[in-house]
Each structure stands twice: as C-alpha cells, then as structure tokens.
T-cell receptor, first 112, second 114 residues
Framework: EDKVVQSPLSLVVHEGDTVTLNCSYE??????LLWYKQEKKAPTFLFML????IEKKSGRLSSILDKKELFSILNITATQTGDSAIYLC????????????FGTGTSLTVIP | ETGVTQSPTHLIKTRGQQVTLRCSSQ?????VSWYQQALGQGPQFIFQ???????GRGNFPPRFSGLQFPNYSSELNVNALELDDSALYLC?????????????FGPGTRLTVT
C-alpha cells in the first residue's frame, strides 16, 4: 500500500532557527514528491521533486529528494513567525489516477 | 489566492442526511480532485474527475459520489452521513489532465456531522 510518513509530527522553534522536516515514502510507482504549506485551510504549493539529488530552492526554503532511500527533506533557514503552519508532503502514483498520497504533516510553530 | 472556490464554507448536518459540496475550478483547469482531511491528518484522496469522467478513486465507499460539469465545476455528494464524515473537504484543480502534478487547492468546506 502506498504511504507517506512525516517526522517530526510537531516542532516548536524560536525565530531565526533552522529546521529540517522529513518525509519518507513507499509507493508502487513513483512519479513525483510535492511539498505544501497549510496555514489555515488551503494547502499552498511549495516544491515538486522528481529527480534525486537536485535541490529546489525558494528564498529561505529548500528541498531535496533521495529516490534510492525513498525520502525527502524540507529545510527552512532563519525561521520567521510567518513560517508557522502545517507542512504536508505528498507523492503521486500515475497508476492510480495520479492521486496524491499525503502524509499527516508536520506542525511547525515559530515563536518570537 | 488560487482562483479555486468552494461552497459552502461551513456546514452542519445530522447523521443520515445527505450533503452536496461545490467546487469552482480555476479557469482553464480540466481536472478536479477531492480530498477529505480529518482533524490532525493529511488530506485523503476521494476521487478525481477529468473531462466529466471519474478518473481514479481512493478508498471511500460508494455513498461518496461526484460530478464534473462541462464548465469543469464539480460537486461532491455524500449520502447517509456518518459522524466520521466530519472533516475539511478540499477540492484541487489542475490543467493538463490527470498527468498534471501541480494542483491548486480551494479553501475547503468544513463539514460537521452531529
């Protein structure tokens, strides 16, 4: 069965800290791994990764995929209170209507 | 703002009733997926529609059904509501068909079943 496991489940850090969020997956046919940020309701797209070892970067956020070890990490440097959110990881499987398999998310709280 | 809208925002129903949730996709998006997100969980895939036909279904019973209209708006219908159906229901639209990886989520409908 396809599944995604995220860790830690929750994290509390101080502004300025650097955090690393983890996502491991098992999927019968892998197409892509995506990261989303969910602040209140609608998840918003952060990154899509398809190839191992290629870092995607956007400002203070970056992510990398390891297809051999079946995991991805999301790094956030110099955290700000606006980074407080749930971070969701999802993988897609083209054999099942390209459905997204989401993990339970990591709840990040950044305190001033 | 993704351009995907959902209605209603909140809804309270009693067990056994039926509910219809609506989603208006971003302009030009021909694929819509529906997800159920229970409290403290990640979104769970319900089904996907592409050009008005169901194109993949998750592990949900038949009382969860859907429709996609020619203008690509969509409905999720749930019959015989159960307490466990209480959740945030999200729709996500994409362009380029089922192979498209980038989905744009709406703000969701919070359904409470009492």
């Amino acid at each position: 069965e396809d599944k995604v496991v995220q860790s830690p489940l929750s994290l509390v850090v101080h502004e300025g800290d650097t955090v690393t969020l983890n996502c491991s997956y098992e999927v019968t046919n892998f197409r892509s791994l995506l990261w989303y940020k969910q602040e209140k309701k609608a998840p918003t797209f952060l990154f899509m990764l398809t190839s191992s070892g290629i870092e995607k970067k956007s400002g203070r956020l970056s992510s990398i995929l390891d297809k051999k070890e079946l995991f991805s990490i999301l790094n956030i440097t110099a955290t700000q209170t606006g980074d407080s959110a749930i971070y969701l990881c999802a993988v897609t499987n083209p054999n099942t209507g390209n459905q997204f398999y989401f993990g339970t998310g990591t709840s990040l709280t950044v305190i001033p | 703002e993704t351009g995907v809208t959902q209605s209603p925002t909140h809804l309270i129903k009693t067990r056994g009733q039926q509910v219809t949730l609506r989603c208006s996709s971003q302009s030009g998006h021909n694929t819509v997926s529906w997800y159920q997100q229970a409290l403290g969980q990640g979104p769970q895939f319900i089904f996907q529609y592409y050009r008005e036909e169901e194109n993949g279904r998750g592990n949900f019973p038949p009382r969860f059904s859907g429709l996609q209209f020619p203008n690509y708006s969509s409905e999720l219908n749930v019959n015989a509501l159960e307490l466990d159906d209480s959740a945030l229901y999200l729709c996500a639209s994409s362009f380029g068909g089922p192979d498209s990886y980038e989905q744009y989520f709406g703000p969701g409908t919070r359904l409470t079943v009492t």
